[in-house]
């Protein structure tokens, strides 16, 4: 398997602009994660699914920030409009929700940048 | 709730000395406990984990023991090389009869190993 695939890999854009992140979770898991990450808050855990359905938002700053997962091989994360302090390295990670002892694989995480 | 506090950064170390990261936690019952490492520019990769009381996870010379009584799950390795250069990640599952199950991770410790 290819892993958890994100893209694109750096994103450079305006504030104001609409941003869209893009998830291609590992196949057969069915529970995928949206995390943020900064030097002053480390890593935040911005909303999961599990099969298809979001179990937990809370993490979403605001209501700028929006998730989708239209079935069980793609997610995206949008930002909009978008401001300079949304810029971070976003995660994308995938797990296999059926047993206690499942671990998360991480994507390479996309690099936000915005000016 | 839950949650995982982590020795804090960063640590330097010469080639061939030994590492310690030390990790406690706080979670009801006995969750799974992890260790991540992010290289440079990378997302984030399991390097071993726990699901009981007393498992010792191991991966790449690294160890670290489920330590039930003092709630901890501290990384060890015997001899650093300048390729161990990462952030690291103590991270906990909890017990959960939910139907997905988070990740939640401490701070991360930059690890710098200077040859």
């Known amino acids: 398997d290819a892993g958890v695939i994100q893209s694109p890999r750096h994103e450079v854009t305006e504030m104001g602009q609409e941003v869209t992140l893009r998830c291609k979770p590992i196949?057969?898991?069915?529970?995928l994660f949206w995390y943020r990450q900064t030097m002053m808050r480390g890593l935040e855990l911005l909303i999961y699914?599990?099969?298809?359905?979001?179990?937990?938002d809370s993490g979403m700053p605001e209501d700028r920030f929006s998730a989708k997962m239209p079935n069980a091989s793609f997610s995206t994360l949008k930002i909009q409009p978008s401001e300079p302090r949304d810029s971070a390295v976003y995660f994308c990670?995938?797990?296999?929700?059926?047993?206690?002892?499942?671990?998360?694989?991480f994507g390479q995480g996309t690099r936000l940048t915005v000016v | 709730g839950n949650s995982v506090t982590q020795m804090e950064g960063p640590v330097t170390l010469s080639e061939e000395a030994f590492l310690t990261i030390n990790c406690t936690y706080t979670?009801?019952?006995?969750?799974?406990l992890f260790w991540y490492v992010q290289y440079p520019g990378e997302g984030l990769q399991l390097l071993l984990k726990?699901?009981?009381?007393?498992d010792k996870g191991s991966n790449k010379g690294f160890e670290a023991t489920y330590r039930k009584e003092t709630t901890s799950f501290h990384l060890e390795k015997g001899s650093v090389q300048v390729s161990d250069s990462a952030v690291y990640f103590c991270?906990?599952?909890?017990?959960?009869?939910?139907?997905?199950?988070?990740?939640?991770f401490g701070s991360g410790t930059q690890l710098t190993v200077l040859p």
């Open positions: 990670a995938s797990s296999y929700g059926g047993t206690m002892n499942t671990e998360a694989f």
């Open positions: 196949s057969g898991h069915n529970s």
């Open positions: 699914f599990n099969n298809n359905v979001p179990i937990d």
């Open positions: 979670a009801t019952g006995y969750p799974s």
């Open positions: 726990a699901t009981k009381a007393d």
């Open positions: 991270a906990l599952i909890p017990i959960s009869s939910g139907s997905a199950r988070q990740l939640t």
